[in-house]
């Protein structure tokens, strides 16, 4: 993977990294004035009541790494009521080169009312453009409750899922992603305006295919180092509480690749949507290509579709999945495990599935931020994780 580090100044990756934070400090971001926690490289456990703030403490650890966020919120919005709009998340992260200082956050408005584009982003005090290169520090995975329902939800919502866990692996996914739906954007505009042949689209169309074959390759690649994943996470515990499963890429782009070779499937790619362009113009959208396919997940021991299967079934298959991802990433990083923000996590699990979670985590060596309103949910993890009671804007120790 190509790297945004400079190669001649890049740190020597460490023995026996591990990822971790050491201290998180919030100033005016969400319902925290300010916040400041110094902490271990356990597991952490934010305990406290529905809309005391525990899921804001794991977005603002979220924004370590590239992206919005795991609320995907626009930047203004994360700044404290009441404030002048500024709002900062900085970190002492201990990474595979060492402990590094991220700082991120938007500035206030100027008196003119106008406010820089984007999030600020320093690493060690020197600032970055984008927030990008913090995917060269910061691997990270979250579910949220809303992630509970991957298995029944749109296939958008699966394919977002899955493009988050390669970005953790593969940086260039999200630009190359990015490209492709700004060439499509445009491409759907000049269409809406009644241009249906020309050069410009001709080139939109053929950086669609170039870049749209990368992301659907990508997938595939990634699919299928799950899949050997799962099927050794199953062959070394085949009684696991969270069963494996098979998963595949739906989609008319992913059966091409499948079957052949990748610049024949841009060239054919290319030469569909310059016969479609009046099909497209009429739907409104383009109706090929990487942005419809789906994940699809069937219960392995059931062979069953995964959006067949119980809530908690589906809850136990999405953990199986996050942590052959996680497995996936620590042997492609020389054992450092991704942090792992897991808001609500023991809902939908019974006392003996949240055990063997646990046991997973600490086996895996992961930072994984976990919240609940119930603490005694995670009584296991008692002695190997650290307790924290949120409650009325402030975060305190509660082991």
Same mark, same amino acid.
């Given at each position: 993977?190509?790297?945004?580090?400079?190669?001649?100044?890049?740190?020597?990756?460490?023995?026996?990294?591990?990822?971790?934070?050491?201290?998180?400090?919030?100033? &005016?971001?969400?319902?925290?004035?300010?916040?400041? +926690?110094?902490?271990?490289?356990?597991?952490?456990?934010?305990?406290?009541?529905?809309?005391?703030?525990?899921? &804001?403490?794991?977005?603002?650890?979220?924004?370590?790494?590239?992206?919005?966020?795991?609320?995907?919120?626009?930047?203004?919005?994360?700044?404290?009521?009441?404030? /002048?709009?500024?709002?900062?998340?900085?970190?002492?992260?201990?990474?595979?080169?060492?402990?590094?200082?991220?700082?991120?956050?938007?500035?206030?408005?100027?008196?003119?009312?106008?406010?820089?584009?984007?999030?600020? *982003?320093?690493?060690?005090?020197?600032?970055?453009?984008?927030?990008?290169?913090?995917?060269?520090? *910061?691997?990270?995975?979250?579910?949220?409750?809303? =992630?509970?329902? +991957?298995?029944?939800?749109?296939?958008?919502?699966?394919?977002?899922?899955? /493009?988050?866990?390669?970005?953790?692996? /593969?940086?260039?996914?999200?630009?190359?992603?990015?490209?492709?739906?700004?060439?499509?954007?445009?491409? &759907?505009?000049?269409?809406?305006?009644?241009?249906?042949?020309?050069?410009?689209?001709?080139?939109?169309?053929?950086?669609?295919?170039?870049?749209?074959?990368?992301?659907?390759?990508?997938?595939?690649?990634?699919?299928?180092?799950?899949?050997?994943?799962?099927?050794?996470?199953?062959?070394?515990?085949?009684?696991?509480?969270?069963?494996?499963?098979?998963?595949?890429?739906?989609?008319?782009?992913? &059966?091409?690749?499948?079957?052949?070779?990748?610049?024949?499937?841009?060239?054919?790619?290319?030469?569909?949507?310059?016969?479609?362009?009046?099909?497209?113009?009429?739907?409104?959208?383009?109706?090929?290509?990487?942005?419809?396919?789906?994940?699809?997940?069937?219960?392995?021991?059931?062979?069953?579709?995964?959006?067949?299967?119980?809530?908690?079934?589906?809850?136990?298959?999405?953990?199986?999945?996050?942590?052959?991802?996680?497995?996936?990433?620590?042997?492609?990083? /020389?054992?450092?495990?991704?942090?792992?923000?897991?808001?609500?996590?023991?809902?939908?699990?019974?006392?003996?599935?949240?055990?063997?979670?646990?046991?997973?985590?600490?086996?895996?060596? =992961?930072?994984?931020?976990?919240?609940?309103?119930?603490?005694?949910?995670?009584?296991?993890?008692?002695?190997?994780?650290?307790?924290?009671?949120?409650?009325?804007?402030?975060?305190?120790?509660?082991?």
């Amino acid at each position: 993977m190509a790297s945004a580090i400079d190669q001649d100044t890049r740190p020597t990756p460490q023995t026996s990294p591990r990822l971790w934070v050491e201290r998180l400090t919030l100033a &005016n971001f969400r319902s925290y004035p300010s916040l400041a +926690l110094e902490l271990s490289a356990d597991p952490v456990v934010l305990t406290g009541a529905n809309g005391s703030g525990k899921t &804001n403490v794991l977005e603002a650890v979220s924004l370590l790494a590239p992206g919005q966020g795991l609320r995907q919120a626009p930047l203004p919005d994360l700044a404290h009521t009441g404030s /002048d709009g500024a709002w900062s998340v900085s970190a002492r992260v201990h990474t595979a080169f060492g402990p590094v200082t991220i700082g991120t956050g938007q500035a206030a408005s100027d008196r003119g009312g106008e406010r820089a584009s984007g999030r600020l *982003v320093r690493i060690d005090g020197d600032a970055k453009s984008g927030s990008g290169t913090l995917g060269d520090y *910061v691997e990270m995975v979250w579910v949220t409750p809303a =992630t509970d329902g +991957l298995f029944t939800g749109p296939a958008s919502e699966r394919r977002r899922f899955l /493009d988050r866990l390669i970005v953790c692996f /593969d940086s260039g996914h999200r630009t190359r992603a990015g490209r492709f739906e700004r060439a499509m954007a445009q491409r &759907n505009r000049l269409l809406s305006d009644g241009v249906t042949r020309g050069a410009q689209l001709d080139g939109l169309e053929v950086v669609m295919a170039e870049m749209g074959v990368a992301v659907a390759a990508a997938r595939a690649e990634a699919v299928a180092a799950l899949r050997s994943v799962i099927e050794a996470r199953w062959a070394r515990d085949p009684e696991s509480p969270f069963p494996w499963s098979e998963v595949r890429l739906e989609g008319a782009i992913d &059966n091409d690749l499948a079957s052949r070779a990748a610049v024949d499937v841009e060239d054919g790619y290319a030469r569909l949507l310059g016969g479609v362009r009046e099909r497209d113009r009429a739907a409104g959208r383009a109706l090929d290509g990487p942005h419809r396919s789906d994940l699809a997940v069937m219960h392995g021991p059931k062979a069953t579709a995964a959006r067949h299967a119980s809530t908690g079934e589906q809850k136990a298959l999405l953990m199986g999945l996050l942590l052959a991802h996680a497995e996936l990433v620590a042997a492609r990083r /020389d054992g450092l495990a991704p942090l792992m923000l897991l808001d609500e996590v023991t809902a939908h699990l019974d006392a003996d599935r949240r055990a063997a979670l646990f046991d997973e985590l600490v086996r895996l060596g =992961t930072q994984a931020w976990m919240t609940g309103t119930d603490r005694q949910s995670f009584s296991s993890l008692v002695g190997r994780a650290q307790f924290w009671q949120v409650a009325g804007g402030s975060v305190v120790r509660s082991d």
